[in-house]
Every structure is written in C-alpha cells, then in structure tokens.
C-alpha cells in the first residue's frame, strides 16, 4: 500500500517562508500529477499548485508568484516552497499523487495526511 508522507509544516511569522516535502512511502511505477492543496478551517479544500509529469505547473492566483512547486522523479517526491507568507495561508496543507503503483494496474489518487502551517505575528 503507498502512503504518502510530508514534512516541513510549522508556525512563521508574516513575511517568512517554508518548504513542504511529500514522499511516497515506497517505490510506484509512474506518477501522472502531483500537487498541493490546503483547507482552512470552516472552507473547502482548495487546490494550491499542481505539477504534472512534464512538469507544466498551475497555480491559485492567491499564491502565484509566491510559492513554487518542484518534483523529484528519482525520489518519488514533491515539494512547496512558500515564501512572502501571509496569515490567509493559515490551513492545513495536503500532498496529492495520482499514479499507478505498478504497471497493470490503473491509476489511483494518493492523499497525505495534512500538514499544518499557520502564519502569525
């Protein structure tokens, strides 16, 4: 079964920044997209940024310019770096995956756990 781990979460001031990592817990056989997303409380989830095997990437406008998504093939993980953060960023933050686990099998959607980030002075 592939889990998805992330790391990287915390507490920062206005203005400072963060790097977010999501890795799978084990070796699949291709990943078509990968991406974050956030939910803050009382909202809905909301995409965040969004890379896709090509890496083409796609942005919220709330974010654009601010955070940039990476991708490491090789390792299986995805990154998000956050900078100029402001207090609207305050949510829980999920890493998603949508890829095959080995070759015959279709593709499934993965989900991380969440990892919190609230930004406050």
């Known amino acids: 079964q592939v889990q998805l781990v992330e790391s990287g979460g915390g507490e920062v001031q206005p203005g400072g920044s963060l790097r977010l990592s999501c890795a799978t817990s084990r070796s699949i056989f291709s990943i078509s997209a990968m991406g974050w997303y956030r939910q803050a409380p009382g909202k809905q989830r909301e995409l965040v940024a969004r890379i896709t095997s090509g890496s083409n990437t796609d942005y919220a406008n709330s974010v654009k310019d601010r955070f940039t998504i990476s991708r490491d093939n090789a390792k299986n993980t995805v990154y998000l770096q956050m900078n100029s953060l402001k207090p609207g960023d305050t949510a829980v933050y999920y890493c998603?995956?949508?890829?095959?686990?080995?070759?015959?099998?279709?593709?499934?959607?993965?989900w991380g756990q969440g990892t919190q980030v609230t930004v406050s002075s």
């Open positions: 998603h995956i949508r890829g095959k686990p080995e070759a015959w099998r279709g593709e499934y959607d993965y």
